[in-house]
């Protein structure tokens, strides 16, 4: 398995690989202290010999100096196993936080070209009469109107303009196209004589 910190990213299964590996090791490091348990209580630090100076033969000497030695050994290899485990989750960390703020980046950037890619609205829809063409063709208070037939940010010059195409289009459908929460939305008008005042209303 590769060390963290080597030429490939750590993965999860890195991790759950360690913490397996630290797992055995404290299986091992425990059976070792049952050990010295099971030899009269021997710890880690008590004499192995008698008041005078003998060695004990109520215990099995080999057997303690061999736990003991293996448990320094294990609790070493437990204490690098540590640290790679560490910095292994940090690895893990820092790529998630990573990858987050690449996605944050991109869907900004998305947005934002979004954004750009729509058109300039030269007229800002601010009353529609119920029941009026305008309303009947599905055109709804604050569209940003985009193009109006043949009309629009390149030739608008006032409000007038609007008006001559409404009265050359009576009784036939206009192309119109506005910006509605951000999005286009295109929609056939025909201008026509109605209950109300105008061909629009």
């Known amino acids: 398995m590769a060390e963290p910190g080597g030429s490939r990213p750590v993965t999860?299964?890195?991790?759950q690989q360690l913490v397996k590996r630290k797992d055995e090791l404290e299986a091992q490091i425990k059976a070792c202290y049952e050990l010295l348990e099971g030899q009269k209580g021997v710890g880690?630090?008590?004499?192995?010999?008698?008041?005078e100076g003998f060695p004990r033969d109520d215990i099995?000497?080999?057997?303690?100096?061999?736990?003991r030695h293996n448990i320094i050994c294990l609790q070493n290899d437990h204490k690098a196993?540590?640290?790679?485990?560490?910095?292994?989750?940090?690895?893990?960390?820092?790529?998630?936080?990573?990858?987050?703020?690449?996605?944050?980046?991109?869907?900004?950037?998305?947005?934002?070209s979004q954004n750009q890619s729509l058109p300039q609205a030269?007229?800002?829809?601010?009353?529609?009469t119920p029941g009026s063409p305008a309303s009947i063709s599905g055109l709804q208070?604050?569209?940003?109107?985009?193009?109006?037939?043949?009309?629009?940010?390149?030739?608008?010059q006032n409000l007038q303009n609007i008006a001559t195409v409404v009265q050359h289009?009576?009784?036939?459908?206009l192309s119109v196209t506005v910006i509605r929460s951000g999005k286009k939305v295109h929609m056939g008008l025909t201008p026509k004589r109605w209950a109300g005042k105008g061909l629009l209303g």
Do not use: C, W
């Open 60 to 67: 099995d000497l080999y057997q303690v100096r061999t736990a």
């Open 44 to 51: 880690m630090n008590e004499p192995l010999v008698d008041a």
């Open 169 to 173: 289009s009576e009784g036939r459908p």
């Open 141 to 156: 208070v604050d569209d940003e109107i985009v193009e109006f037939g043949s009309v629009n940010v390149n030739n608008f």
């Open 122 to 128: 030269f007229a800002k829809v601010n009353a529609v």
């Open 12 to 15: 999860v299964s890195d991790v």
């Open 81 to 112: 196993l540590m640290k790679q485990v560490e910095e292994a989750l940090h690895q893990l960390h820092a790529r998630e936080k990573e990858k987050h703020a690449k996605d944050e980046a991109e869907a900004l950037a998305e947005a934002m």
